[in-house]
């Protein structure tokens, strides 16, 4: 079975810094768009970032200018670099991924991000 294992969440100031990491094993397939969604407590799940197998990017509104995704298809990683970070990021941060050819989305296990003074 496909599993995404997320790596890299932790608790950080205002305006520090975090990377996030995901990896994609289990099944062979291959992997077409590959992002980051959060959901903060009492709030629906919201898109952060993502990024299709061509390189192409989408990003929320709240996040623009301040966070960068990117991914490494050999590795099947896909990361989020986060600068800048507000309290109203902190979220449970989840990595998602969508086979190529099905469209079948996997999911990760999430990975907390906690943005407090």
């Known amino acids: 079975q496909v599993q995404l294992v997320e790596s890299g969440g932790g608790l950080v100031q205002p305006g520090g810094s975090l990377r996030l990491s995901c990896v994609v094993s289990g099944s062979i397939f291959s992997l077409y768009t590959m992002g980051w969604y959060r959901q903060a407590p009492g709030k629906e799940r919201e898109l952060v970032a993502s990024?299709?197998?061509?390189?192409?990017?989408n990003y929320g509104d709240s996040v623009k200018g301040r966070f960068a995704i990117s991914r490494d298809n050999s590795k099947r990683t896909v990361y989020l670099q986060m600068d800048s970070l507000k309290p109203e990021d902190t979220a449970v941060f989840y990595c998602?991924?969508?086979?190529?050819?099905?469209?079948?989305?996997?999911w990760g296990q999430g990975t907390q991000v906690t943005v407090s003074s």
């Open positions: 998602n991924a969508e086979n190529k050819f099905s469209r079948y989305a996997y």
């Open positions: 990024i299709r197998d061509d390189g192409s990017t």
